[in-house]
């Protein structure tokens, strides 16, 4: 079992920007994949964005063009760098890391878009 721990959530203007990054806790193998979830309140979690250990990524329409992760060469550690922010991203943020048969989830932090 691993954990993966969350930071650089907080409370951010519509507009602004903020960084998100995700780590691993010990020593672990490679992951295969990673990514980013969220859930605001009364709805889903909903899949927000994708890396795969080589580098490809992915992102659901909504946040084309605005959001960016990233993976830390040679560490098991992710990023999310928001932009232009809208209120509408307000949700608490979830950290996914993928081994091919494992996969561990973050505790979450949480994203406020408000003015």
């Known amino acids: 079992q691993v954990q993966l721990v969350e930071s650089g959530g907080g409370l951010v203007q519509p507009g602004g920007s903020l960084r998100l990054s995700c780590g691993v806790l010990?020593?672990?193998?490679?992951?295969?994949?990673a990514g980013w979830y969220r859930q605001a309140p009364g709805q889903a979690r909903e899949w927000v964005a994708s890396?795969?250990?080589?580098?490809?990524?992915n992102y659901t329409d909504s946040v084309k063009g605005r959001f960016t992760i990233s993976r830390e060469n040679g560490a098991n550690r992710i990023s999310l760098q928001m932009s232009s922010l809208k209120t509408e991203d307000s949700a608490v943020y979830y950290c996914?890391?993928?081994?091919?048969?494992?996969?561990?989830w973050g505790q979450g932090t949480q994203v406020t878009v408000s003015s």
């Open positions: 996914r890391m993928d081994w091919g048969q494992y996969a561990a």
């Open positions: 010990g020593n672990s193998f490679s992951i295969t994949a």
């Open positions: 890396i795969t250990n080589g580098g490809f990524t």
